[in-house]
């Protein structure tokens, strides 16, 4: 959603490094590129004067001038104007004191709504709350049926008196402000905690929209009324939230379909015009695509510093706990990393989302958001298919698939055997760093790492010892070469009693910290 607006501002910031001081045309170059970034990314223009001003009057204070490096001190200053427009900080839905707590839903037809009941139902049930999603929109035709389907997906219960329309040339025949009523006292009969009315929209802003959305709210007076707005629709989302805010006063903004393409100003604008706070973003089709809205986390993201937190919260959820500690065993006792124990690591990355949503949350993303565009997400699926082509065997000892081994596991998971030897390949270059980093020799090609390629394990790293230079006298030369030779003719004298010298009975095989298991070879 933001790439255009992203590459625009890193690459202003890029024309401030190695500058140890700027300068007042320096900081006016620098906020004339980022008020051109947010106009073409489509921000409102009163929104685009005021963060302008603010940035430039910071950029000029003693902030800047005081600081060590000019540029990063500016880089944190949009970061921070950043947050402060698209919120400041992270609201939360407010929880009524005596249940059910009631959330209705606002919006223009086609922004998501009812798509979006269902994503909020699932997300406060794995909250721990017990939703009930009612189905006002009387009027949009299979409006009834889709919240229904969402509802079974989700595995939250849908309330549906009245089926509404199912196409459109009927006309709606029923009550959607006594539904919404009805939907309530179901809810307080039924225990659930929570409801989410899902109202009617319009193609347009009328005041039948109005009323009838000011007449839901009037009979059930919500704790939370979020306005879903389609953050593709550009500077129209600015009139549009300001309509709703005066007709029905929503509290909370919910932006959708943020996974797509478009310049993304109305995300930038929304909060900063109507005062009301995002608390809630789409980010795809799927019902897991939904997430609580973040402010500070989005300016990172829009800066390229990435999204760290987000994906740890991801991790934390979808990642099984009993898998990442029997890895963590087999890790610290230096057990070899199969192909099984790969298989299941890429069933755990599966489990968080999209691989490019996950790499694009790291920091410096951008410079390789080419590579991730070319990403082939069925490419997990191929490598599966390689793995679980092979036998038991074949993947705890990799090392005995031979050429006829490897064109069956190809012939059977339907790719090339070149495919295969990539595959095999990879998995040893995995294995041989596993087992580096599990004897405590840091990760190999990382420098200052122990490790073929590191600086401890190099051949830059560590020098043969220098000989002896000979003798230029002939006699002494040859008498230093014979005792050269006694001395390596020697018996090597140890005294008895133990393997590793002089014999002690006092002697603890543990004081070695040997590897687990080879107290065997020390016998007493």
């Known amino acids: 959603m933001f790439n255009s607006l992203s590459d625009r501002l890193t690459a202003t910031f890029k024309n401030l490094r190695g500058k140890g001081r700027l300068s007042e045309a320096d900081v006016d170059a620098t906020v004339r590129e980022i008020r051109r970034a947010l106009l073409d990314a489509d921000v409102a223009v009163p929104v685009v004067r005021e963060f302008t001003a603010k940035v430039r009057e910071r950029a000029l ?10 540029a990063q001190q500016i880089v944190k200053i949009v970061n921070e104007e950043l947050v402060a427009i698209l919120g400041g900080e992270t609201r939360r839905i407010n929880l009524a004191k005596n249940p059910p707590t009631v959330i209705m839903l606002a919006g223009l037809q086609g922004a998501g709504k009812t798509t979006l009941a269902g994503k909020l139902s699932k997300w406060l049930k794995a909250q721990g709350h017990s ?7 009387l009027q949009r035709p299979n409006a009834v049926k889709q919240l229904q389907v969402n509802g079974e997906r989700a595995g939250v219960p849908v309330f549906a008196p009245h089926p ?11 009550d959607p402000v006594a539904v919404a009523r009805a939907g309530v006292a179901e809810a307080k009969s039924k225990l659930h905690d929570v409801v989410i009315v899902d109202t009617a929209g319009r193609l347009g802003i009328d005041a039948e929209l109005m009323k009838q959305a000011a007449d839901i709210r009037a009979a059930i007076n919500p704790d939370e009324v979020l306005f879903v707005i389609d953050a593709m629709i550009g500077q129209d989302a600015v009139t549009t939230a300001q309509a ?21 100003g109305a995300a930038l604008s929304v909060a ?4 009301k706070p995002v608390m809630f973003a789409s980010t795809g089709e799927s019902l897991d695509d939904f997430e609580l809205f973040h402010p500070d986390r989005m300016a990172s993201r829009i800066l390229d510093m990435g999204d760290v937190l987000t994906l740890i919260e991801q991790a934390e959820k979808n990642w099984d706990k009993g898998e990442a500690e029997r890895m963590a065993r087999k890790f ?6 199969t192909l099984d124990d790969f298989l299941s690591q890429m069933q755990q990355i599966r489990k968080m989302g999209s691989m490019k949503k996950m790499l694009m949350m790291m920091p410096g993303a951008a410079n390789i958001r080419q590579q991730l565009e070319n990403f082939d997400e069925r490419e997990i699926d191929r490598v599966e298919a390689i793995v679980r082509s092979m036998t038991p065997h074949e993947r705890v000892a990799p090392k005995i698939i031979n050429g006829s081994r490897r064109a069956r596991i190809a012939k059977g998971s339907g790719v090339h055997v070149s495919e295969v030897n990539g595959l095999l390949e990879r998995f040893g270059q995995a294995q041989k760093m596993m087992k580096k980093m599990a004897q405590g020799g840091g990760i190999p090609g990382m420098p200052g790492m122990a490790g073929p390629g590191g600086f401890k394990g190099s051949r830059k790293g560590k020098q043969a010892p220098k000989k002896k230079a000979r003798s230029g006298n002939p006699a002494k030369a040859a008498a230093e070469l014979r005792a050269a030779e006694e001395r390596a003719n020697a018996p090597k004298s140890l005294p008895t009693g133990a393997a590793f010298g002089a014999a002690n009975e006092d002697f603890d095989p543990a004081s070695l910290n040997l590897p687990k298991g080879f107290e065997k070879f020390l016998g007493k």
């Open 61 to 70: 204070g003693a902030e800047v001038n005081e600081a060590l490096n000019p």
């Open 131 to 137: 939703p009930l999603l009612v189905a006002a929109d």
């Open 164 to 174: 509404g329309v199912s196409s459109e040339f009927e006309s709606a025949t029923g």
């Open 244 to 264: 709703f805010n005066e007709g029905v006063n929503f509290t909370g903004v919910v932006l959708s379909k943020l996974d797509g393409d478009a310049r993304g």
């Open 272 to 275: 900063s015009i109507t005062g």
């Open 332 to 337: 610290a006792d230096q057990e070899d990393f």
